[in-house]
């Protein structure tokens, strides 16, 4: 059967099991599926950067989703390495600088997350690209500042994010939803706990609406149980603990 086809058809078709796999969980069977990726792009498309990058890029990415940053990194590393010398590479750029920032940002390294994200920001500025996802990188940028302490910084983040989600995506989105969540939190550790409350508030009710992420939303109730306990509604909270 491996010969009907030609090298790309095949290549093309281990990148696709691969990355479906990483998206529903199947890690090893996506791990498989990225060492043949892997041994056909050695073996048949080793001059390619393009391929190599993507090849690399997903190896990063099913061991970022499964939780094994440390795995993850040097690939995302070689796979910036690669972009670099891509001409006109940049949507490879942003693509491995995001990816980087948020496996450091789960290994807690936080100024080289703040510093890939920075210049992935940096290069999406620049090239004008299509700002439909930019979300997600304020957000990370959001939460890498929040961990760092920079509230301030954390908030203009989040606004931004909550800016784009609204424009591509509609305040009735889960995209919406999620920087709510975001937002909700930087107020929480200010202590500001009333407008903490009505974010969190906003978000259930979005989420509840739409069917949204019912894990994300468990923690949204019992973040508001946390919440109404600060403010001695001990009623409240343990309602919201039930819900959660």
Known sequence: ?????????????????????????????????????????????????????QCNNEYGY?????????????????ALDI??????????????????????????????SLESLTKCRQIYDACNFDKKYQHTLYQNLGITHLAMGDYKSAIEDFDIAQDCAEKFFGDTSQYYADVVLDI?????????????????????SIMERINGDSVKLAMSYDNLASLCYQE???????RNSNKA
């Open 83 to 112: 972009s670099m010398s891509i001409k006109k590479g940049y949507q490879q750029q942003t693509i491995a600088l995001s990816n980087l920032g948020l496996a450091y940002y789960h290994s807690s390294e936080y100024a080289k």
């Open 184 to 204: 909700s939190n930087v107020c929480s550790r200010l202590r500001e706990y009333t407008t903490a409350r009505d974010m969190l508030e906003e978000a259930i």
């Open 62 to 78: 099913m061991y970022l989703s499964q939780g094994d940053y440390q795995k993850a990194i040097p690939y995302f590393e070689k």
């Open 232 to 238: 001695n509604k001990y009623d409240e909270a343990l």
């Open 1 to 53: 059967i491996y010969n009907y086809f030609d090298d790309k058809v095949w290549m093309l078709a281990y990148l696709s099991l691969a990355e479906s796999n990483t998206a529903l969980g199947n890690y090893a069977v996506a791990e498989e599926y990225c060492h043949k990726l892997e041994s056909v792009v050695n073996e048949k498309f080793a001059k390619n950067k393009v391929v190599n990058f």
